[in-house]
């Protein structure tokens, strides 16, 4: 069983900066594939960025540019920096970690970027 603490959301202006944060439990954490998630009020869950055991990015379109995803083996976090944050980048943020023992996911901490 993993488990992920989520810390950093917050209010927020449009063009603003946040940095979300992940702790993982495990001993196993290096071998974690990690993403952040979001959902807004009304819509489905979406990717936002995701970086592999190799510290491999990916992100979505609409945050290319903007955020950036990294992660400390040593102190088993992963992170996720929101520059130049808009009013729809407003969302509970999810962090999640994929291993062989399965799919898990922090309680989410909310995002709100105002106009």
């Known amino acids: 069983q993993v488990q992920l603490v989520e810390s950093g959301g917050g209010l927020v202006q449009a063009g603003g900066s946040l940095r979300l944060s992940c702790t993982a439990s495990?001993?196993?954490?290096?071998?974690?594939?990690m993403s952040w998630y979001r959902q807004a009020p009304g819509k489905q869950r979406e990717l936002v960025a995701s970086i592999d055991s190799g510290g491999n990015t990916n992100y979505a379109d609409s945050v290319k540019g903007r955020f950036t995803i990294s992660r400390d083996n040593v102190k088993n976090t992963v992170n996720l920096q929101m520059n130049s944050l808009k009013p729809e980048d407003t969302a509970v943020y999810y962090c999640?970690?994929?291993?062989?023992?399965?799919?898990?996911w922090g309680q989410g901490t909310q995002v709100t970027v105002s106009s």
């Open positions: 999640n970690a994929l291993y062989t023992t399965g799919r898990y």
């Open positions: 495990g001993s196993a954490f290096s071998r974690y594939f």
